[in-house]
């Protein structure tokens, strides 16, 4: 075994013997190289050297398993002749595709931190791979960069590399040494612009969510303008009456409404079309970050200020911005609001730089902001400064007529969207969704139609995932098509089933006796076929008693 001092001059007849301009050219090639990789593939080359095996480079790693060590290396790549794969390697705990430091031939070379040349057999207790593969000798080399193990090195040797055979080795670990210095620098500088990479991937793939976000808004605000009813069309009336100018418009409403659509359609008929529609969902934001959220914030403003940072105002300069629940915004952040509505003009989070911007604002709320101002939780001149041009949408109670097209719509809608057959929209169906109250307004029927979509059987919508009339039990709802008792009428349990059974047979006959398909017996109960067919079971119905008298 041979230490790194005996190595300190080269003899002359081996620099005229052998030529080592391609040492130099692999060097080149390494500084060329940006990826770990690609330094990898050039690493194959190591082993070209005379009287050379084989080589290989093993890179350390955070250790998997609780044994003390901290850390293993792992084999990168190997090139050169070899009988069989590393993986028949063998050592005390396992193979050398993965080395602990605790492994007496390469791993204590890693732990220590200095090479290590073994010239002969007799320097080493060959095991009994090395004996099967024919190597007489072997070196490894720590790869160090700035006192830290990147990996290993190792080479190893089809002959001794004594006597005269040594000065050759001398000038292999010269050349060895400055590759195993070299790939380490090379390797670490590789990781860290493969880290800036990624950075900067993720930085993009950010930027475009945010520009999707801006252009075309969040597919759940993104609902279509469907509806004639005179209610609604007063409102489109208003939207075409403000969007060319650069008004500020406050949106109220109930929330499901469409104050989003509203605020989208303002803009896209506005001179500031071709700008960004950033959207801001005031209720959203931690009441701390309020002010970096509107204004941004400069690297180091505050804890995990980790960089600089644009704000809604800066990103949409030129543009609109759409401030939804405009009532949640903090009192005190309030008047910088305000700032920027009259004078255009704010500060970033931690800089003095005053920054102008061009803005157009569109606000929303499904609050009563008048009373939000008497009872002081919204400054008045902010009210005023919003409120330039009020738009209130009615709920969906109020849009009777609409309620047919918006059934259409979402139900063709979710069939697209979810990849499914179209069902029909029955009259039971209709009339149920005619009767239901819809407290949370357009939105939720969007919901209730993509679930009765999915349900849907025969056909026809699933009348399951239709909301109960008013009063009725889930399970009691479409049991009763004829006409109800009293509200103070009180049945019995046979009545009941007296009642439901009368009500199913007029519903056969009414259908001659068909269960299934458009105008059967089920379609006309709005209820799905299987469950009318349990209910004439327990009832003792059976479809044939449709073929009698019509009563």
Not at 67 to 79: I, Q, S
Not at 530 to 535: P, Y
């Amino acid at each position: 075994m041979l230490q790194p001092g005996k190595f300190t001059r080269i003899a002359p007849h081996v620099l005229r013997e052998f030529d080592i301009s391609p040492f130099f050219d692999l060097l080149l090639s390494m500084a060329q190289e940006r990826t770990v990789e690609g330094l990898l593939q050039l690493s194959t080359r190591v082993y070209r050297g005379t009287h050379v095996a084989c080589g290989g480079v093993w890179f350390t790693e955070k250790a998997s398993g609780d044994d003390g060590a901290g850390w293993v290396m792992r084999l990168m790549t190997l090139a050169g002749r070899t009988h069989r794969h590393p993986r028949t390697w063998t050592h005390a705990t396992g193979d050398y595709s993965l080395i602990p430091p605790q492994e007496p031939l390469l791993g204590a070379v890693a732990l220590s931190g200095e090479p290590l040349v073994v010239a002969s057999p007799d320097e080493w207790t060959r095991p009994e791979w090395a004996v099967d593969e024919g190597f007489a000798a072997y070196s490894a080399f720590p790869m160090m960069c700035k006192g830290e193990l990147v990996g290993l090195l190792a080479l190893f040797y089809e002959r001794p590399m004594t006597d005269r055979l040594g000065d050759l080795l001398s000038l292999h670990y010269k050349m060895h040494k400055i590759y195993a210095d070299s790939l380490a620098a090379a390797i670490t500088n590789a990781r860290a612009f493969e880290e800036i990479l990624h950075l900067r991937r993720e930085l993009e793939r950010e930027n475009e969510r945010l520009r999707r976000q801006v252009e075309h808004g969040s597919a759940d605000g993104n609902l279509p303008i469907v509806g004639d009813c005179p209610a609604w069309l007063r409102v489109l009336a208003q939207v075409d009456m403000v969007a060319p100018t650069d008004a500020t418009v406050l949106v109220q409403g109930e929330s499901g409404t469409g104050k989003e659509l509203v605020a989208e359609a303002i803009h896209r008929r506005s001179q500031r079309s071709t700008a960004p529609l950033v959207r801001v969902n005031c209720s959203a934001i931690p009441r701390e970050l309020f002010e970096s959220e509107f204004f941004g914030h400069v690297k180091g403003a505050f804890t995990g200020a980790v960089r600089d940072r644009i704000g809604r105002f800066q990103m949409a300069d030129g543009g609109t911005l759409f401030l939804d629940e405009v009532g949640e915004i903090p009192l005190e952040l309030q008047g910088k609001l305000l700032r920027v509505l009259q004078e255009g003009t704010f500060e970033r989070v931690g800089e003095d730089r005053t920054r102008s911007v061009d803005v157009r604002i569109i606000a929303a709320t499904n609050r009563d902001l008048r009373q939000e101002v008497d009872a002081g939780r919204f400054r008045q001149d902010l009210f005023f400064r919003l409120s330039v041009f009020p738009v209130e949408l009615p709920p969906l109670r109020d849009r009777q007529g609409d309620i047919p097209l918006l059934a259409r719509h979402f139900i063709a809608q979710s069939s697209r969207r979810l990849g499914l057959p179209t069902p029909r929209l029955t009259p039971a169906a209709l009339a149920r969704l005619s009767a239901y109250p819809w407290p949370g307004n357009v939105r939720e029927m969007q919901n209730v139609i993509e679930r009765a979509v999915i349900m849907a059987e025969e056909g026809a919508l699933g009348m399951d995932a239709l909301p109960a009339p008013e009063g009725l039990r889930h399970d009691d709802r479409a049991s009763v098509a004829a006409p109800a008792p009293g509200a103070t009428t009180i049945v019995t349990e046979e009545e009941w089933r007296t009642m439901q059974r009368d009500n199913i047979r007029r519903a056969l006959q009414a259908a001659e006796g068909r269960v299934h398909g458009v105008g059967g017996a089920a379609e006309l109960l709005g209820i799905p076929p299987t469950t009318l067919r349990s209910r004439m079971q327990a009832l003792g119905l059976s479809p044939k008693q449709g073929h009698g008298p019509k009563g």
